[in-house]
Nanobody, 122 residues
Framework: QVQLVESGGGLVQAGGSLRLACAGSGRTFSSYAMGWFRQAPGKEREFVATINWSGVSTIYLDSVKDRFAISRDNAKNTVYLQMNSLKPEDTANYYC???????????????WGQGTQVTVSS
């Protein structure tokens, strides 16, 4: 069982930066792949980025890969999403998730946080 708590969301102007953090509980955190997803009002949940258990392998949504960076610190049971050059279309509730494989599909993740809101003003 893994419990996840996101933090770091907020209101930022276009072009600004935010760093999201996702703190996990449990001794098995380091064995899980971690993903970030987002959901805007009226839209489906969308894959953003994922990182494998060791941090060596990452995958990004094409529209964010030159602006966002996912990383993890297994000693702190935490995964991060550094978001730079934010755009209004990045506005969404951002969720972290834990699963066995670092893949894009939400159904592959077993544990989810409650989300943190990111709002980018133009």
């Amino acid at each position: 069982q893994v419990q996840l708590v996101e933090s770091g969301g907020g209101l930022v102007q276009a072009g600004g930066s935010l760093r999201l953090a996702c703190a996990g509980s449990g001794r098995t955190f380091s064995s899980y792949a971690m993903g970030w997803f987002r959901q805007a009002p009226g839209k489906e949940r969308e894959f953003v980025a994922t990182i494998n258990w060791s941090g060596v392998s990452t995958i990004y949504l094409d529209s964010v890969k030159d602006r966002f960076a996912i990383s993890r610190d297994n000693a702190k049971n935490t995964v991060y999403l550094q978001m730079n050059s934010l755009k209004p279309e990045d506005t969404a509730n951002y969720y972290c998730a834990a699963g066995r494989l670092a893949v894009r599909t939400p159904n592959s993740y077993n544990y989810w946080g409650q989300g943190t809101q990111v709002t980018v003003s133009s």
